[in-house]
């Protein structure tokens, strides 16, 4: 396929597992793509990878600074923009509520809703300027539905949603579309970060226990994320907006 000649995305948290993934799809179907990342030398390893199709920009996404310089790094190279991924989250701590370290709590909002906030406020009205665009924000199952133990990333992926929603409705008149991609347990760092935090004897167990509870029995790959990343960053889902998109196996449908 090449649904993204002639477009040009960002993707925010590109050097992780999800937005690697995506980045790799975006450039095999035809799209040039600006790299944001908080890591320097895995930005610098995937652009030569991926080559003259792709730059790269160190940000960091809860800077609306960084975020305006991701953005005129994109347009001072390509004139403008059509899709981006805001994709880049932290997945905090595994504690209970009333041991939740508050500085951690702020943190985990600070990247993965003030991160998404910049993105929306800064390349909205970029979007709309030149006919409209494609945004497409990672949250998660959740942002769905709670887990114990996880209240701050679970508060920001719900907040992303409601955020997603009226930005949405803002778009709309703009050809600005406006989406969530809801993943379950993806094979990435992320989730190894996790299991160790669940259980450091054995965080194998914790894998194949959280796989087993998932109705399709396994977590997802960052491909299958990619996949709708994609299908949400196209012209194919040009009536998609203000949407949530589970990828997970049917662990949200219980
Ligand atoms: N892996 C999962 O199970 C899963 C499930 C649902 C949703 N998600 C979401 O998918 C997104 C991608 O996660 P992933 O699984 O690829 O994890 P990952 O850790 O591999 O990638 C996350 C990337 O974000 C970058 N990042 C972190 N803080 C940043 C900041 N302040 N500014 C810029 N970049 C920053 C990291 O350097 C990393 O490269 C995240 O938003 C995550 O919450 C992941």
Same mark, same amino acid.
């Given at each position: 396929m090449s649904r993204f000649i002639d477009k040009v995305a960002i993707i925010t948290g590109a050097a992780g597992g999800i937005g690697s993934a995506a980045a790799r799809r975006l450039v095999a179907e035809g799209a040039r793509v600006m790299l944001v990342d908080l890591d320097e030398s895995a930005l610098q390893e995937l652009s030569t990878?991926?080559?003259?199709?792709?730059?790269? #920009?160190?940000?960091?996404?809860?800077?609306?600074?960084? #975020?305006?310089?991701?953005?005129?790094?994109?347009?001072?190279?390509?004139?403008?923009?059509?899709?981006?991924?805001?994709?880049?989250?932290?997945?905090?701590?595994?504690?209970?509520?009333?041991?939740?370290?508050?500085?951690?709590?702020?943190?985990?909002?600070?990247?993965?809703?003030?991160? =998404?906030?910049?993105?929306?406020?800064?390349?909205?009205?970029?979007?709309?300027?030149?006919?409209?665009?494609?945004?497409?924000?990672?949250?998660?199952?959740?942002?769905?539905?709670?887990?114990?133990?996880?209240?701050?990333? =679970?508060?920001?992926k719900h907040a992303v949603v409601g955020l997603m929603r009226s930005a949405a409705i803002e778009g709309a008149p703009h050809n600005v579309r406006v989406n969530t991609v809801n993943p379950a347990p993806i094979e990435t760092r992320m989730m190894?970060?996790?299991?160790?935090?669940?259980?450091?004897?054995?965080?194998?167990?914790?894998?194949?226990?959280?796989?087993?509870a998932i109705p399709f029995g396994r977590y997802g790959s960052a491909e299958e994320v990619a996949s709708m990343l994609l299908y949400l960053g196209s012209e194919d889902s040009s009536y998609c907006t203000g949407g949530t998109y589970t990828v997970d196996g049917a662990m949200s449908s219980g």
């Amino acid at each position: 396929m090449s649904r993204f000649i002639d477009k040009v995305a960002i993707i925010t948290g590109a050097a992780g597992g999800i937005g690697s993934a995506a980045a790799r799809r975006l450039v095999a179907e035809g799209a040039r793509v600006m790299l944001v990342d908080l890591d320097e030398s895995a930005l610098q390893e995937l652009s030569t990878e991926l080559g003259s199709a792709t730059r790269w #920009c160190r940000a960091d996404v809860s800077n609306a600074d960084d #975020c305006q310089n991701y953005l005129q790094q994109t347009l001072d190279n390509w004139e403008k923009l059509d899709v981006l991924l805001a994709n880049a989250g932290i997945e905090g701590v595994v504690k209970p509520l009333h041991e939740y370290p508050n500085e951690i709590f702020n943190k985990v909002m600070q990247v993965n809703v003030h991160g =998404v906030w910049n993105a929306l406020q800064q390349a909205m009205p970029v979007m709309a300027k030149t006919g409209g665009g494609s945004i497409v924000i990672t949250s998660s199952v959740a942002g769905l539905q709670g887990a114990a133990g996880m209240s701050a990333y =679970v508060t920001s992926k719900h907040a992303v949603v409601g955020l997603m929603r009226s930005a949405a409705i803002e778009g709309a008149p703009h050809n600005v579309r406006v989406n969530t991609v809801n993943p379950a347990p993806i094979e990435t760092r992320m989730m190894r970060s996790l299991e160790r935090e669940m259980s450091a004897e054995n965080p194998e167990a914790v894998h194949d226990q959280l796989g087993q509870a998932i109705p399709f029995g396994r977590y997802g790959s960052a491909e299958e994320v990619a996949s709708m990343l994609l299908y949400l960053g196209s012209e194919d889902s040009s009536y998609c907006t203000g949407g949530t998109y589970t990828v997970d196996g049917a662990m949200s449908s219980g």
